[in-house]
C-alpha cells in the first residue's frame, strides 16, 4: 500500500512539476480594478498571446517537454464536496480518445472510462463514491487535467462514472466566463516579457523577466492626454497635448524646483556665467517674473541633467523623442541633420497668429503643440529675441560633450536642429516635458 501511495504522489509530483514553472497572475489598480485582457509579448523571442483578464499565465520552459497541458482551472465539479453525485465538466481541447479516470487517496485506480470526444465543454456524471478524498485524472489529445475531490456520501453505493454528452455553445461561453484559464507560453529564463493591461478605455503596461511565480499588477492612471492636466511640484499646471503616441506639455516648464524637492539656483543675480555651465539656474526672461507666466522659464543645460527636472512621471525629451515627433509631423524630416530641417514642421509646432510672435510668423498650430517664442539668456547675462524665437533644450545622450537643443523663429517654416560644445551649455533656454510611457 505504501509504494501504491508514494507512486501516486510521484505521478501528481511529476504532472506538477513537468508543467509547473512559473504561474503568473493579473491585478488592477488605480482608476479601475478589473481587467478585461493581457497582451504578452516576449521581447527575446518575438512571439506573443492575448489572454482573458482574470486567466493565469503559465510560463513553460522551453524544453521541448511543452506540448501537455496541464491544470485544475478547465474542470468544473458541481458540487465538490459532493454528496452523493457530481457533475463534471471539462474542456475538450481537441477531439479525440480520452480517458477520465478516479484514484483514491492511496493511489488506486477506481474507476476508468474511455470514449472519442468531439473538441468542446464535455459532461460526465459521477456517483456512488464513500466518504472520503479523491483524485479525478483527465487524459486527452494533447491536454492532462487534474483536481481534487471529496466525497462526503455516508450511504455507498455502486461507483460509477457515466458521459452525459456535449454542452452547447452558448453553455461554454458562460462556462468558460465563470472559469479561470490558465493559459501556457513557452519561456526560456530570461527572456524579457512586456504586459499589456486592458480594462474599458484604459490601458497600461508592465515590463518583467520572471524568475518566480508572482503576481504582475497594473496601475490604471484616469489620466487622458490632451484633456488632464499636469501639475508641478511648485503648483504650476500645465495643459498637455498627444502627437502621434507621444504625450507632451501643451506649455513650457516653470517650476524651481526638481519634482525630488531639490530646489535649484535662482539665476536672477548670476551675471556673467560665460566658462560655467555646470550650476543648474533657472531665471526669468529679463529678470521679469511675469514673462515666466506667458514663455516659462530659462534653465542651464545643467538643470536639464538631473532625472527629476520634470513632474513625477514626466522627463526631459531626448533628441531622439523630438525626432521621432519631427517624423510623425514630417516622414521627410531627415533626423540626422544639424541645422533647419524639415519642410513646415515649424509652423505645424509654432502657436498661429502674432499676439506672442513678431509679425511674419506663419504658424498654423496644426499639432496643437503651441510653441510659444520665450527667447533665451546668454551666458553674459543679456536677453535676446523673445517674440521671435523659442528654444528648448534636449535631455543629455550620455555625456556632456554637446548640448543639443530645438529652436523654432517667426519667420522660418522649418525646425533648428543644433548643439553647443563649451560655454554655451551656460545660455538659458526653454524645457518641454514628456510623459513617461
Known amino acids: 500500500m505504501k509504494k501504491l501511495t508514494l507512486l501516486f504522489s510521484l505521478f501528481f509530483a511529476l504532472t506538477t512539476t513537468h508543467a509547473q514553472n512559473y504561474l503568473i497572475s493579473f491585478a488592477a489598480t488605480g482608476a479601475v480594478t478589473t ?94 463514491l464513500k466518504q472520503g478524498q479523491y483524485f479525478l485524472k483527465i487524459i486527452g489529445e494533447n491536454y492532462l ?19 452525459v454528452g456535449s454542452k452547447k455553445q452558448e453553455t461554454v461561453i458562460s462556462i468558460l466566463k465563470s472559469t ?3 493559459v501556457n507560453m513557452s519561456y526560456t529564463t530570461g527572456d524579457n516579457l512586456l504586459f499589456t493591461g486592458y480594462s474599458g478605455t484604459y490601458n497600461a503596461i508592465a515590463l518583467d523577466v520572471p524568475t518566480t511565480s508572482k503576481t504582475i499588477t497594473f496601475t490604471f492612471s484616469s489620466f487622458t492626454c490632451g484633456t488632464s492636466t499636469v501639475t508641478d511640484i511648485d503648483g504650476n499646471t500645465y495643459n498637455t497635448v498627444l502627437i502621434g503616441a507621444q504625450c507632451w506639455m501643451k506649455e513650457n516648464l516653470k517650476t524651481t524646483r526638481y519634482s525630488n524637492g531639490t530646489t535649484m539656483y535662482d539665476g536672477t543675480s548670476a551675471g556673467d556665467i560665460t566658462g560655467n555651465y555646470t550650476i543648474e539656474y533657472y531665471f526669468d ?38 525626432n521621432k515627433m519631427e517624423k510623425y509631423l514630417d516622414i521627410t524630416t531627415d533626423t540626422t541633420t544639424t541645422g533647419w530641417v524639415g519642410t513646415d514642421i515649424g509652423n505645424k509646432l509654432k502657436e498661429s497668429g502674432t499676439s506672442h510672435w513678431s509679425s511674419g510668423n506663419n504658424g498654423t498650430n496644426s499639432s496643437d503643440f503651441t510653441a510659444l517664442p520665450g527667447g533665451y539668456r546668454s551666458t553674459d547675462g543679456s536677453f535676446w529675441y523673445i517674440g521671435e524665437a523659442g ?26 536642429r543644433w548643439s553647443f560644445c563649451g560655454s554655451g551649455r551656460g545660455d538659458g533656454h526653454s524645457v518641454r516635458c514628456l510623459k513617461d510611457n
Open 35 to 128: 481587467l478585461d485582457s493581457i497582451k504578452v509579448e516576449n521581447l527575446t523571442h518575438l512571439a506573443s498571446l492575448t489572454i482573458s483578464g482574470g486567466d493565469v499565465l503559465h510560463l513553460i520552459s522551453s524544453s521541448g517537454i511543452n506540448d501537455i497541458t496541464t491544470n485544475e482551472e478547465m474542470i468544473k465539479i458541481s458540487p465538490n464536496p459532493m454528496q452523493g453525485q457530481a457533475e463534471i465538466l471539462f474542456y475538450a481541447k481537441e477531439a479525440g480518445n480520452t480517458q477520465v479516470l478516479v484514484y483514491d487517496i492511496s493511489g488506486r485506480k477506481l474507476l476508468q472510462t474511455d470514449g472519442n470526444l468531439s473538441q468542446g465543454i464535455q459532461e460526465y456524471h459521477l456517483s456512488g
Open 145 to 163: 487535467y487534474t483536481s481534487k475531490l471529496i466525497s462526503q456520501n455516508t450511504n455507498q453505493g455502486e461507483a460509477k462514472i457515466e458521459y
Open 391 to 416: 528654444y528648448w533644450w534636449t535631455a543629455p545622450a550620455g555625456n556632456d560633450t554637446y548640448a543639443w537643443f530645438r529652436d523654432l523663429y517667426h519667420s522660418y517654416a522649418t525646425v533648428d
Open 285 to 322: 526672461y529679463n529678470n521679469t517674473p511675469s514673462n515666466t507666466v506667458i514663455y516659462g522659464k530659462l534653465y542651464t543645460w545643467a538643470a536639464v541633467w538631473s532625472a527629476n527636472t520634470c513632474p513625477t512621471g514626466w522627463h526631459v525629451p531626448s533628441d531622439g523623442e523630438w
Open 180 to 182: 479561470k484559464a490558465t
